[in-house]
T-cell receptor, first 117, second 111 residues
Framework: GAVVSQHPSWVICKSGTSVKIECRSL??????MFWYRQFPKQSLMLMAT?????????EQGVEKDKFLINHASLTLSTLTVTSAHPEDSSFYIC?????????????FGEGSRLTVL | QKEVEQNSGPLSVPEGAIASLNCTYS??????FFWYRQYSGKSPELIMF????GDKEDGRFTAQLNKASQYVSLLIRDSQPSDSATYLC???????????FGQGTELSVKP
C-alpha cells in the first residue's frame, strides 16, 4: 500500500511551547490529508481535513488557532500544536488518501506521541 | 451526528477459532466501509474494505456488509495470537475521503 511518513514519532515539550508534526506522502501525491487524535483506550477522533493550497477544514470543537495546519505541497502537511498544555498530550496521527488506489482507502502515518510536561 | 458503533470488548477467543467483530453505522448514505487493525502504541493498518452488499474474502478475513441493516462485520478464521489487537471499523460518508471511526473492539486470541 501507499506509504505515509510522520515525524517526529515522539516529542516531549514544556507547557507553553509549540510543537510541529510533519506528515509526508512518500510515493503518491495527496491533495487531502487528515489529522486524527487518539487518547489512550479511545478511538481516533478526526481533528481536521488538510487541503493542499487552501485552508484546512476543522471539525466541530477543534480550535483552529490552537492546532495550525499547513498543506503547502502535494506531499507534505504539518500540524502545529501552539502553546501546548498537558491536556494536549495525545497520539496524533495523519492519514492520506491515494486516489490511485481502488477504494481511496486511507493510509496512516506512524503517529506522533506528544507529551506536554 | 454520524455515528459508528462497535462493541468495545474485550473479545476473547481461543487460538484457531473464528473471531466475529461487529459494527453498525447511523447514516444510510454511507458509501464505503473499512476495517483497520491497531496494535498497542501503533497507528492503524488497513485490513479490508467493502462497499457492496454481501461478503468479501481475503485470506483468513471476511468482511460482510448489509446496508439495509446498516451493519458491517469482520470474521477472522483460524485466529492466531498475533491477531490480538484492537479492530477499528471506519465508515466513509462521501467522496471527500473523511472516515468516521468506531470506538474499536479489543480482540484477544489465547494460545
Amino acid at each position: 500500500g501507499a506509504v505515509v511518513s510522520q515525524h517526529p514519532s515522539w516529542v516531549i515539550c514544556k507547557s507553553g511551547t509549540s510543537v510541529k508534526i510533519e506528515c509526508r506522502s512518500l510515493d503518491f501525491q495527496a491533495t487531502t490529508m487528515f489529522w486524527y487524535r487518539q487518547f489512550p483506550k479511545q478511538s481516533l477522533m478526526l481533528m481536521a481535513t488538510s487541503n493542499e493550497g487552501s485552508k484546512a477544514t476543522y471539525e466541530q470543537g477543534v480550535e483552529k488557532d490552537k492546532f495550525l495546519i499547513n498543506h503547502a505541497s502535494l506531499t507534505l502537511s504539518t500540524l502545529t500544536v501552539t502553546s501546548a498544555h498537558p491536556e494536549d498530550s495525545s497520539f496524533y496521527i495523519c492519514s492520506a488518501r491515494d486516489l490511485g488506489q481502488s477504494a481511496g482507502e486511507l493510509f496512516f502515518g506512524e503517529g506522533s506521541r506528544l507529551t506536554v510536561l | 451526528q454520524k455515528e459508528v458503533e462497535q462493541n468495545s470488548g474485550p473479545l476473547s477467543v481461543p487460538e484457531g477459532a473464528i473471531a466475529s467483530l461487529n459494527c453498525t453505522y447511523s447514516d444510510r448514505g454511507s458509501q464505503s466501509f473499512f476495517w483497520y487493525r491497531q496494535y498497542s502504541g501503533k497507528s492503524p493498518e488497513l485490513i479490508m474494505f467493502i462497499y457492496s452488499n454481501g461478503d468479501k474474502e481475503d485470506g483468513r478475513f471476511t468482511a460482510q456488509l448489509n446496508k439495509a441493516s446498516q451493519y458491517v462485520s469482520l470474521l477472522i478464521r483460524d485466529s492466531q495470537p498475533s491477531d490480538s489487537a484492537t479492530y477499528l471499523c471506519a465508515v466513509q460518508y462521501d467522496q471527500g475521503g473523511k472516515l468516521i471511526f468506531g470506538q474499536g473492539t479489543e480482540l484477544s486470541v489465547k494460545p
